[in-house]
């Protein structure tokens, strides 16, 4: 069933083509994402499909009866409402009566003898009943603690902004609609946040439409990628893996109608030179083809650029943390950390929000001080940091100068020169952007140019503070490029699963009480550690039995154990078989950095790792069994 339909949109602001005469259609059970650069309009295409902004052109005509929830990047809070009234602040019936029986019982909690009041209660409760809502109050609440919203009679202005974003994500997840629209649900959510909210859309019942960045999200939630493009959409069946597939054939397409466009202009243009020797109704027409062909729109692809920067020069001695702790209050963020930086490092910080991770990085940054302990640095080192505070930025300057403040040129490995001007462009900021004041320009252009500031500083050692919030996926895509050349140490944190993938080698994982943990690989890898560990311990804990008398009874009945021959054969190769899977992953690894971006090829590779992967976890089952077998054989042969 069809529930909205866009037909000829168009959109502008000033002179910027935002949407230029868009249609599309919406049909329910679909789950769309939209993509594109930072700019291009895409939080305005979402309003327009809201009804939140009109067009300037076009009709959306809309289906009977269909609902539509809208949560856009900032939204509205009412300061003085509690956590659950604002959950329930939507306009839908069910969302009103919620609020209204809400209220009620606020009131009876201060007049519990007002007859009104108790009449007025028992007519909501059966408007509920009737509606069937009393699930839609029990997962609000569910919903908010999956969040990390415990107190729902806090009030909203004692919260966070991260935490009044996820109160809105709340409300928006749980009022009933057709059509839910959500821009960058994503961000500000940690790990475990994002993974449960994953689970929550792919189950939900309804049409949904968002914008993010976050590309494991895409691929696992979305079955429709939409690409905004220099005011054109682009519609791809499928998740973002296929996207990038069909993106790819899209490009070559393009790419051999604009060979063939310029061999008819160069066709034409030896005609025309030739001059005609009468002015005939046919010759005007082909006159009138050629201007044609040379005034048709051109769409310039982006250009994947290499960005190979000559960094500042590091020594031996980069960063050397001794037993630093640190505690707000009562709450103690970091416990007695140590860790001495090397060059090849690539850490990447997890955990929850509010654990401390940005801390670390300001103690590191030298904006704050370890209460205990302390951070040296070696005297070649250089740090910038990109965070998420850009108030530093003057809304009149424009966005060269900005740049230009820092420096007016990098220098390459080679040697070459780029100035400021190339590295805006490279990182997609065309000669008129460049010159717009950033006050004029979108939340992520903003982040856009700030990251390139900080990469024209030339730093060795970077900082990265949550670098993927509001960053377009084709600027995630040059930032992890310019990293993979980097010649200098990289610290992140990120809540970006793929992000932390494609750069880390090394994870710094908050678990509680201030504690740190260091494991060796990238966020998958960490992932997989972890889920073995967890197994260990379940196994360990079903294993551990009181002992009494009547154990001691069936211990002399206890069969004799033994290994069957394809075990014990099993057991003699299990560590080797273990050790060839482990580097086959290894060499995967490597032919996925060297193809990372031949998207065919690494979607092969990607598949191939899964496989090998869940071989090696079942080989991993197996070697705790076998050892386990063994080792009960070896203590029942002992107790003879």
Known sequence: MNLITLENISKSYSEKILVDNISLGINEGEKIGIIGVNGTGKSTFLKIIAGVEEPDSGTVTKGNRVRIEYLSQSPNYDENATVIEQVFRGNSEEMSLLRDYEEVLEEISKNPSNEDLNNKLIKLQGKIDALNLWGLESEAKVVLTKLGINDFEAKVSTLSGGQKKRVMLASALITPCELLILDEPTNHLDNETINWLEEYLNSRKGALLMITHDRYFLDRVTNRILELDQGRLFSYEGNYS?????????????????????????????????????????????????????????????????????????????????????????????????????????????????????????????????????????????????????????????????????????????????????????????????????????????????????????????????????????????????????????????????????????IFAYEGNGNIRIYTGNYSDYLLTKEYEEAINKQEKASEKPKDLSEKKERVKEKKLKFTYKEEREFETIDEDIENLENKISEIDILMEKNSRDFGKLQELMKEKEEVEAELEHKYERWEYLNDLAQKIEEQKNNK
């Open 242 to 506: 296929v996207f990038l597939e069909k993106k790819m054939e899209r490009m070559e397409i393009e790419q051999a109608s604009e060979e063939k466009r310029q061999n008819l202009i160069r066709k034409e243009l030896a005609w025309v030179r030739r001059g005609a020797k009468a002015r005939t109704t046919k010759q005007k027409a082909r006159l009138d083809r050629f201007d044609e062909l040379v005034n048709r729109k051109v769409y310039e692809q982006s250009e994947n650029v290499e960005i190979s920067v000559m960094g500042s020069r590091l020594g031996k001695k980069i960063i050397e943390i001794e037993n630093i702790s640190k505690s707000f209050g009562d709450k103690q963020l970091i416990k007695d950390f140590s860790y001495i930086v090397t060059r090849q490092d690539r850490i990447g910080i997890v955990g929850e929000n509010g654990v401390g991770k940005s801390t670390l990085i300001k103690m590191l940054e030298e904006k704050l001080k370890p209460d205990s302990g302390e951070i040296v640095k070696g005297e070649t080192v250089r740090i910038a940091c990109f965070s998420q505070d850009d108030e530093h930025m003057n809304p009149d300057m424009r966005a060269i100068e900005y740049i230009k403040e820092v420096a007016e040129y990098l220098q390459t490995a080679t040697g070459e020169r780029i100035t400021a001007s190339q590295m805006c462009e490279k990182f997609l900021f065309d000669g008129t952007l460049q010159w717009t004041p950033i006050g004029k320009l979108s939340g992520g252009e903003r982040r856009r140019l700030h990251l390139l500031r900080v990469l024209m500083d030339s730093p060795n050692v970077l900082l990265l503070d949550e670098p993927t919030n509001d960053l377009d996926i084709e600027t995630l895509k040059r930032l992890e490029d310019y990293l993979d050349d980097f010649g200098g140490v990289v610290i992140t944190v990120s809540h970006d699963r793929y992000f932390l993938d494609r750069i880390c080698n090394k």
